[in-house]
C-alpha cells in the first residue's frame, strides 16, 4: 500500500512538472545554461520527498523511478494518440520574419534580440530581413530560415541557439 502512495505522488509531480514547464515556456531545454541546470538540480532536490516521502529505501526509489518511466510513456503514447492532448503540451513553432519583413513583437516575446537574429541571417548566408521568405522559432529553441540565394532559389538552414542572449529586445 505504501507503495501506490509513491507512485500516486510520483505522479502527481510528473504532471505538475509538465504543467510548469508549459507555463513559463521552456522552448529551449536544449541549450540549458548552468542556472538552468542549477533550477533542475534543486527541483529534483525538492520533489523527491514529494514523491517517496519517509520511503528511502531502494526499493521506494525503483518504485519512484518506474512511476515516472511509466508516466512518460503514458503520456507520451496519449499526446501521440490524442490531438487535444498534443495541443495542449506541444509547443509550436513561431513565425519571426515573413516575406522580409520582421515579427518584432513575436520576437520580443520569445526573447529573441535583434543580435541574435543577425547572427542567425549571417550564419545561413542571408544578409538582409527582404531576402527572408520565412524565419521560424523552433520549438527546441534553433532558428530555421527559408532564404532567396544569390540566384534567386530559395534554400532552407538551421540556426542552432547558442544560448539566451542578455542583449536589448528587437524593439
Do not use: W
Not at 526509489?61 to 490531438?83: D, M
Not at 520582421?102 to 538582409?128: C, N, P, Q
Amino acid at each position: 500500500m505504501e507503495y501506490l502512495i509513491v507512485v500516486g505522488r510520483c505522479v502527481a509531480v510528473y504532471l505538475f512538472m509538465v504543467v510548469a514547464l508549459r507555463i513559463f515556456g521552456k522552448k529551449q531545454l536544449s541549450q540549458l545554461n548552468s542556472f538552468d541546470v542549477i533550477l533542475i538540480l534543486l527541483i529534483s532536490n525538492a520533489v523527491q520527498n514529494a514523491m517517496v516521502g519517509n520511503d528511502t529505501s531502494l526499493q521506494g526509489g525503483i518504485v519512484a523511478a518506474f512511476s515516472l518511466f511509466v508516466v512518460n510513456y503514458g503520456v507520451k503514447k496519449l499526446q501521440s494518440k490524442n490531438k487535444l492532448v498534443n495541443r495542449l503540451l506541444q509547443q509550436k513553432p513561431e513565425i519571426i520574419v515573413h516575406n522580409g519583413v520582421v515579427d518584432f513583437e513575436k520576437a520580443t516575446r520569445l526573447g529573441i534580440t535583434s543580435e541574435e537574429l543577425t547572427e542567425a541571417m549571417h550564419e545561413h548566408g542571408v544578409e538582409y530581413f527582404k531576402q527572408i521568405k520565412l524565419a521560424t522559432f523552433e520549438i527546441d529553441g534553433n532558428i530555421s530560415i527559408i532564404a532567396k540565394d544569390t540566384q534567386g532559389h530559395y534554400k532552407e538552414t538551421f540556426h542552432k541557439r547558442k544560448s539566451v542572449h542578455k542583449q536589448r529586445p528587437l524593439n
